[in-house]
Nanobody, 115 residues
Framework: QVQLVESGGGLVQTGGSLILSCASS????????MGWYRQAPGKQRELIAR???????NYADSVKGRFTISRDNAKNTVYLQMNSLKPEDTGVYYC?????????WGKGTLVTVSS
């Protein structure tokens, strides 16, 4: 079992920045990759950024150059640095951990970008 707790969401103006954090606990040694997903109002949840145990990262085209995923292994925490935020970045951001065929989710943190 892996437990994930997101934090750092909030209200920000267009062009602003936020840092989201995802603290993991439990069987974290079994995690092979972690990611951030976003669910905008009325839309499906989508992958925003992902980082593997080897440090390989990938991003959705919509956030490339603006968002950066990173991790602090000592703190068992993954971060999402979000810059140049746009209203279309609004949504609930979920942390995800992949453990072979099992996926764990946090409860999400709301990000609202005002125009």
């Amino acid at each position: 079992q892996v437990q994930l707790v997101e934090s750092g969401g909030g209200l920000v103006q267009t062009g602003g920045s936020l840092i989201l954090s995802c603290a993991s606990s439990g069987s974290i040694f079994s995690i092979v990759a972690m990611g951030w997903y976003r669910q905008a109002p009325g839309k499906q949840r989508e992958l925003i950024a992902r980082i593997t145990n080897g440090g390989t990262t990938n991003y959705a085209d919509s956030v490339k150059g603006r968002f950066t995923i990173s991790r602090d292994n000592a703190k068992n925490t993954v971060y999402l640095q979000m810059n140049s935020l746009k209203p279309e970045d609004t949504g609930v951001y979920y942390c995800n951990a992949a453990v072979r065929a099992i996926t764990y989710w946090g409860k999400g943190t709301l990000v609202t970008v005002s125009s």
